[in-house]
């Protein structure tokens, strides 16, 4: 009676967690799937060709399900004309994520193996101009290099990001955090509003910057990252902590994913703290 119980449970677990990346079954499920759910473009630019004729298992125009976020949820990981992932993030609303962070025609991210058994689950990556293959996980509300040690000796003492004047109309603004949450930013060309200003983060945005810091590899990563083409945006982070400082200086603003997160929070925040001015 109890094996009944146990077949039957496990039965309906996976009835209820049930989605419908689940159901797709063939290249041109995904290509329906990705115009009704994620984007009606995809219509007429289908991301897969109807077949596959990559000997690879993880070659190009194929396609693998696996729950990436943890939240039972089949996500979906799509190797075609960009190498993308859709987390479900349930009641039906999907999230599209590109692993693939080349300009066209530059390079391209090769899909090299997805480690699915483990936890957490992995994807590898291969970035042509990168010499050995990344491994991304989902973190963070994004993927970045997994990083099986992060700090736990990590004391911090501010951070300072400041971005340059592009071609384009890329905000530019200079922002520093100290530990005591005091957030300073100066705000030109291209922001919500021009000036000097005085916030605070609350004790959540600051925690979240403090677990992205002890996450990265900040002794690994490199001084100087530049992108393949021209006319993006420079950004120069400088990290204090345990009593010296790390300054990376970065074209592009994709040194690495996870340096691609840490970015992030500064361009949020521009428009989520409440700014006095000076």
Same mark, same amino acid.
């Given at each position: ?66 729950? +990436? =976020? ?5 996500? *979906? /990981?799509?190797?075609? %004309?960009? @190498?993308?992932?859709?987390?479900? &993030?349930? #009641? ?108 605070? +983060? =609350? ?5 979240? *910057? /403090?677990?992205?810091? %002890?996450? @990265?590899?900040?002794?690994?990563? &490199?001084? #100087? ?54």
């Amino acid at each position: 009676m109890k094996t009944l119980y146990t077949i039957l449970f496990i039965f309906f677990s996976q009835t209820l967690f049930a989605n419908d990346i689940d159901k797709l079954t063939t290249n041109e499920d995904v290509n329906n799937f990705l115009f009704k759910k994620i984007n009606k473009q995809i219509k007429d630019h289908p991301v897969l060709e109807s077949k596959s004729t990559d000997t690879l298992k993880y070659g190009l125009n194929k396609f693998f399900k696996v729950d +990436l =976020d943890n939240n039972h949820l089949t996500d *979906l /990981i799509i190797n075609g %004309k960009h @190498l993308m992932v859709v987390l479900d &993030k349930g #009641k039906g609303n999907y999230e599209l994520q590109y692993l693939d962070r080349s300009a066209p025609f530059l390079f391209s991210t090769k899909l090299i193996s997805i480690d699915a058994e483990s936890f957490p689950e992995k994807i590898i990556i291969l970035q042509s101009k990168h010499s050995s293959p990344d491994t991304l996980i989902y973190k963070f509300e994004r993927f970045v290099e997994y990083n099986p040690y992060p700090a736990t000796d990590f004391i911090f003492e501010k951070i300072t990001f400041k971005t340059e004047r592009c071609p384009g109309q890329c905000p530019v603004f200079e922002m520093q955090v100290n530990k005591d949450h005091s957030v300073a930013y100066n705000a030109g060309e291209y922001n919500l509003q021009l000036g000097s200003f005085q916030g605070v +983060l =609350d004790d959540k945005e600051f925690k979240e *910057l /403090i677990d992205v810091l %002890k996450y @990265l590899p900040i002794e690994k990563l &490199k001084d #100087k990252y530049a992108v393949e083409w021209k006319d993006d945006q420079t950004a120069a982070t400088k990290i204090s902590y345990n009593g010296k400082s790390k300054m990376i200086v970065d074209y592009g603003e994709a040194g690495s994913f996870g340096l691609a997160k840490l970015y992030s929070l500064f361009f949020e925040w521009r428009n989520t703290t409440e700014w006095l001015r000076q």
